[in-house]
């Protein structure tokens, strides 16, 4: 179990470009979540995958961002056209449901994005 | 919507000197409360699950325990490197959501030696 990896770790980009941040779960987790946590707050839900499906998406992921999980594997999340409030630690989470019917998120190291 | 909030922001303690972190939480149908540990630039890392009124669990020097209202971490005889920030979460029904988890803002604790 080698846990769930982000890369890139750190992303530096001037305003208005575009950008895009890849997540590999924890292998055998069918559920992947993306956070955005900034400074000094808890992590805050943007998207849920359960395998390839996007079930949900939270208010905070405006039309800029997109995520995509083809075939249920690594997922992506790209930001168009960043703005300086997109500047955050970006982390993925995997999960699996296990016989109990419990799920416990186990969370990447995260993606610091700076939008200069 | 869940809420989640902790208490106190911050804390600062000498090494051996036991205390407490609260998490006082707002939820519709309870489905898990999560502890994370979260050192500076990494990612949360896994503590425990609390999923009933009652229910606690231990690991080394720590006891999470759980009721209607609030969770309680209990650090005991802690050690400098216990320093971290202490994420609270939790996992409900509400607005047939109940995947993702509603974080509070954390406890970070500084153990002194």
């Known amino acids: 179990d080698t846990g769930v990896s982000q890369d890139p770790r750190h992303k530096i980009t001037k305003r208005g470009q575009n950008v895009t941040f890849r997540c590999d779960p924890i292998s055998e987790h069918n559920r992947l979540y993306w956070y955005r946590q900034t400074l000094g707050q808890g992590p805050e839900f943007l998207t849920y995958f359960q395998n390839e499906a996007q079930l949900e998406k939270s208010r905070l992921l405006s039309d800029r961002f997109s995520a995509e999980r083809p075939k249920g594997s690594f997922s992506t999340l790209e930001i168009q056209r960043t703005e300086q409030g997109d500047s955050a630690m970006y982390l993925c989470a995997s999960s699996r449901i296990t016989l109990a019917g419990l799920e416990t998120q186990y969370f990447g190291p995260g993606t610091r994005l700076l939008v200069l | 919507e869940d809420q989640v909030t902790q208490s106190p922001e911050a804390l600062r303690l000498q090494e051996g000197e036991s205390s407490s972190l609260n998490c006082s939480y707002t939820?519709?149908?309870?489905?898990?409360l999560f502890w994370y540990r979260q050192d500076p630039g990494k990612g949360p890392e896994f503590l425990f699950t609390l999923y009933s009124a009652g229910e606690e669990k231990e690991k080394e020097r720590l006891k999470a325990t759980l009721t209607k209202k609030e969770s309680f971490l209990h650090i005991t005889a802690p050690k400098p490197e216990d320093s971290a920030t202490y994420l609270c979460?939790?996992?409900?029904?509400?607005?047939?959501?109940?995947?993702?988890?509603?974080f509070g803002k954390g406890t970070l604790l500084t153990v002194n030696p």
């Open positions: 939820v519709s149908g309870l489905r898990g």
């Open positions: 979460a939790v996992r409900g029904l509400s607005g047939g959501s109940n995947y993702k988890l509603t």
